[in-house]
C-alpha cells in the first residue's frame, strides 16, 4: 500500500480560497497552530490577506504559545513585525479586536509605548460598545503591563459601572485587581462593584477571592459588611487555595484590620500543612498579618519558623527585619531562631532601611535578646542613615538601646543631634519613651532635655498615665529639675491618677520627693488613689512610697493605717534594706502619731535589720580626714567617728565629749 502523503506544517505552504471563505479559513489556520515559528510564519506569508481579525487572532494564539526565554532573533522580529501590523489595522478593529490585541499584549509582555498610545486612543471611542468581558481584559491588561493612562482608566471605569450585572466573577475579580495594580481609587465604583459581586461569591475561586481581599487592601477600600460574606465564601474553599493566596489573603486582612479569629484559626490549620511550599515573602508577611491581628498561635508560629529557618539566605532587608519585629510583637520567643536570623541580618545590613533598622532594635530589646556585636554592626550602618530616621524610629531606637543596656556614646550623640529639631513630631509616647532611656542609660543632656520638655508640654494632656509616671520617674533619676514644667505635668497627671498603676503611682511619688516637689494637694490625690490599690503594691512599691511620705512629711492618718496593715501583710517579702526604709517610716511616724500601735513582729524585724546596718556602717575617706583634723584641736583627741547613740538606733559621723562634759556631734 503507497505511503499516505504527509500534511503541511501548521499551515504552511498552503493556498487560500477567496472571499469570505478566504479569510475564515486563514481564521482557523491561525487559531490551529501549535508553535509561535508556523504561526509567524503563516502570518508573513499571507501578510496581504491578514486584516483586522487575523492580526487580533494572531496575538491573542501567540500570547498561548511558548516563545521561547529570551526570545530567538527570528520571533522577535516575528512579533514585531505582527505588532506594526496591528498598528496600521487599529482603526479596523472593532471592542472585541482591540480588547484581545490588548490582552495579547499584555501577555506577551510587550513594553511599546508608541503602539500602547494609538491602542488606546483607538479604544477610547469604542469603550460603550465593549461588553462586561472585553472591559474587564482591558483593565487587567493595563494592569498587568504597568501602563498608567489615568484618562483611559476613567472612562473606562463609567462604562463598566452601567454593565457590571454582566460581568461574571472571574471579570469582577479582575478588573478589582487591575484597579489595585494600577492605584486607580474610585470609591463610588468600587462600592457598586462589591455590591453585584456580593451577589457572586458563591462561584468566586481561590484566586478571585485572594484576589479581591488582596486588591481591597492594596486600596484601602474598606468594606466590613462584604469582607464578612468574601470570608464565609473564602472559608469553605482553604483547602484549595495555594501558598501564595492563603499568605496575601491573612496579609489583606491585617493591612484593612479586619479581624475574624475564626477565619484565620480555619486558614492557619491549612496554612501548616502547606508551609513547605511557603517562599520567603509568603513566610514573613503571614507572621507579620499574624502579629498585626494580634491573633496568637505559638503552635503554628513555631511551625512557620522551622519552614522560616531553612530558607533565611533568600530573606531580602525588609523580610527579616519584618519577622523579628513580628515575633516581638507577639510575644513569641525562640533563641535559636533569633541567633540564627541574625546571622544572616548581620551581612545585609548595609542595605537596611531606617524603618528596617529602628524595628530590628526595638524586637530585639522587646524579646530581651541580647547580642551586643551585632547591635554595634547595627548601629554603625545606623549612624550613617541617621538622617533618614523619622521621629518614631529614633526614639524606638533610643529606648531599644536602654532597654537592652547598650551603651554607646558617640552614637547617642549623633542620635540626639538628629533628633532635637524633630522633636515637636515626636509622639506624647515617643517623647515619654526617649526621657525614660535618656534616664535609664544615666545620660544628661541639659540642653536636649530642655529641648524635649518644651515640646512634651503641650502634649501633656495626650500623655498615658504611664507615660507620665516615667517622664517624672526619668526627671527625677537625671535631677532635671523644671518647676514649670514638674506643675504641668502634674496638672495633667491629677486627672489620671484613677488610672495609674502601682508601679506608677509609686514611682511618682519617688520621683516627687527625689526632685524636692512639695505639692500637698497633688500628693493628697495621689494617696487617695493608692489607697485603693495598696493591695497590688509589691513590696518595692510599698518601700517607695513610704519612703516618699516620710521625705515629704506627708501626714495622712487614713493613708498611713491602711499602709501599716498592707505593709503587715507583706512582711516576709522585704529584703534587709527595705526593712531598714520601713523603720525610718515607722519612726517618723512615731512623730506625729506617737500612739500609733505598730506590727510587733515586723516592727522588730525592721529594728534589727537597723541595728545590723548601723552596725555595719564605715566610715568615708573624707569623713576621717575631718576627724584627723579635729583631733589635733585642743580637748578633742577623744573624738571618733560612726558613734552610737544611746539607744544604739544611729550612728554619729563624728562625735567628741569635750573637757566640761559638753557632747558634739558632726
Not at 269 to 286: E, G, P, R
Request: proline residues 3%.
Amino acid at each position: 500500500m503507497p505511503p499516505s502523503p504527509q500534511a503541511a506544517p501548521s499551515g504552511r505552504g498552503r493556498g487560500l480560497g477567496r472571499g469570505h471563505s478566504a479569510a475564515a479559513q486563514l481564521t482557523g489556520l491561525l487559531m490551529s497552530c501549535e508553535g509561535a515559528g508556523d504561526l509567524l510564519a503563516l502570518v508573513q506569508q499571507h501578510n496581504n490577506a491578514c486584516n483586522h481579525i487575523h492580526v487580533s487572532c494572531a496575538l491573542a494564539r501567540l500570547a498561548k504559545l511558548p516563545l521561547g526565554t529570551p526570545m530567538g532573533a527570528d520571533t522577535s522580529e516575528g512579533v514585531a513585525a505582527l505588532l506594526r501590523m496591528a498598528k496600521e489595522r487599529l482603526p479596523q478593529m472593532e471592542a472585541r479586536e482591540q480588547a484581545s490585541t490588548l490582552w495579547a499584549v499584555s501577555k506577551l509582555g510587550v513594553d511599546d509605548a508608541a503602539f500602547m498610545g494609538a491602542l488606546l486612543v483607538a479604544a477610547k471611542s469604542k469603550l460603550p460598545c465593549f461588553e462586561a468581558q472585553h472591559l474587564a481584559k482591558t483593565a487587567y491588561a493595563l494592569a498587568n503591563l504597568s501602563h498608567e493612562d489615568r484618562t483611559f482608566m476613567r472612562q473606562l471605569v463609567v462604562v463598566a459601572e452601567t454593565k457590571l450585572p454582566s460581568f461574571n466573577s472571574q471579570a469582577l475579580a479582575n478588573t478589582v485587581w487591575a484597579l489595585a495594580m494600577l492605584g486607580h481609587k474610585d470609591a463610588a465604583f468600587m462600592g457598586a462593584l462589591l455590591v453585584v459581586a456580593k451577589t457572586k461569591l458563591p462561584s468566586f475561586n481561590s484566586q478571585d477571592l485572594a484576589n479581591t481581599v488582596w486588591a481591597l487592601a492594596t486600596l484601602g477600600h474598606k468594606d466590613a459588611a462584604f469582607m464578612g460574606a468574601l470570608l464565609v465564601a473564602a472559608k469553605s474553599k482553604l483547602p484549595t487555595f495555594k501558598a501564595q493566596e492563603l499568605a496575601n489573603t491573612v496579609s489583606a486582612l491585617a493591612t484593612l484590620g479586619h479581624k475574624d479569629a475564626a477565619f484565620v484559626g480555619a486558614l492557619l490549620v491549612v496554612a501548616k500543612s502547606k508551609l513547605t511550599s511557603y517562599n520567603s515573602q509568603d513566610l514573613t508577611i503571614t507572621v507579620w498579618a499574624l502579629a498585626t491581628l494580634g491573633h496568637k498561635d505559638a503552635a503554628f508560629v513555631g511551625a512557620l519558623l522551622v519552614a522560616a529557618e531553612t530558607k533565611l539566605t533568600s530573606f531580602n532587608s525588609q523580610n527579616l527585619a519584618n519577622t523579628v519585629w513580628a515575633l516581638a510583637t507577639l510575644g513569641h520567643k525562640d533563641e535559636a531562631f533569633v541567633g540564627a536570623l541574625l546571622v544572616v541580618n548581620k551581612s545585609k545590613l548595609t542595605s537596611f532601611n531606617s524603618q528596617d533598622l529602628a524595628n530590628t532594635v526595638w524586637a530585639l530589646a522587646t524579646l530581651g535578646h541580647k547580642d551586643a556585636a551585632f547591635v554595634g554592626a547595627l548601629l554603625v550602618v545606623a549612624k550613617s542613615k541617621l538622617t533618614s530616621f523619622n521621629s518614631q524610629n529614633l526614639a524606638n531606637t533610643v529606648w531599644a538601646l536602654a532597654t537592652l543596656g547598650h551603651k554607646d556614646a558617640a552614637f547617642m550623640g549623633a542620635l540626639l543631634v538628629e533628633a532635637k529639631p524633630k522633636l515637636l513630631s515626636f509622639t506624647p509616647q515617643a517623647l515619654s519613651n526617649t526621657v525614660w532611656a535618656l534616664a535609664t542609660l544615666g545620660r544628661k543632656e541639659t540642653a536636649f532635655m530642655d529641648a524635649l520638655l518644651v515640646a512634651a508640654e503641650t502634649k501633656l494632656p495626650s500623655f498615658t498615665p504611664q507615660a507620665l509616671a516615667n517622664t517624672m520617674w526619668a526627671l527625677a533619676t537625671l535631677g532635671h529639675k523644671d518647676a514649670a514644667f514638674i506643675g504641668a505635668l502634674l496638672v495633667a497627671a491629677e486627672t489620671k491618677l484613677i488610672s495609674y498603676n502601682s508601679q506608677e503611682l509609686a514611682n511618682t511619688a519617688w520621683a516627687l520627693t527625689a526632685l524636692g516637689d512639695k505639692d500637698i494637694a497633688f500628693m493628697g490625690a495621689l494617696l487617695v488613689a493608692a489607697k485603693t490599690k495598696l493591695h497590688t503594691f509589691t513590696a518595692q512599691n510599698l518601700v517607695n512610697t513610704v519612703w516618699a511620705l516620710a521625705a515629704l512629711d506627708a501626714q495622712n492618718a487614713v493613708f498611713a493605717d491602711a499602709m501599716i496593715q498592707r505593709v503587715a501583710a507583706a512582711a516576709m517579702g522585704f529584703s534587709p534594706p527595705a526593712l531598714c526604709q520601713l523603720f525610718q517610716f515607722f519612726l517618723w511616724l512615731d512623730t506625729w502619731q506617737p500612739c500609733k500601735i505598730m506590727p510587733a513582729p515586723l516592727f522588730a524585724a525592721c529594728k534589727q535589720a537597723w541595728l545590723e546596718e548601723v552596725g555595719y556602717t564605715n566610715a568615708s575617706r573624707t569623713q576621717l580626714q575631718v576627724l584627723d583634723a579635729i583631733r589635733q584641736l585642743p580637748g578633742c583627741s577623744g573624738a571618733n567617728s560612726e558613734h552610737l547613740t544611746d539607744d544604739v538606733l544611729f550612728s554619729i559621723d563624728i562625735a567628741v565629749q569635750l573637757p566640761d562634759g559638753q557632747k558634739l556631734a558632726m
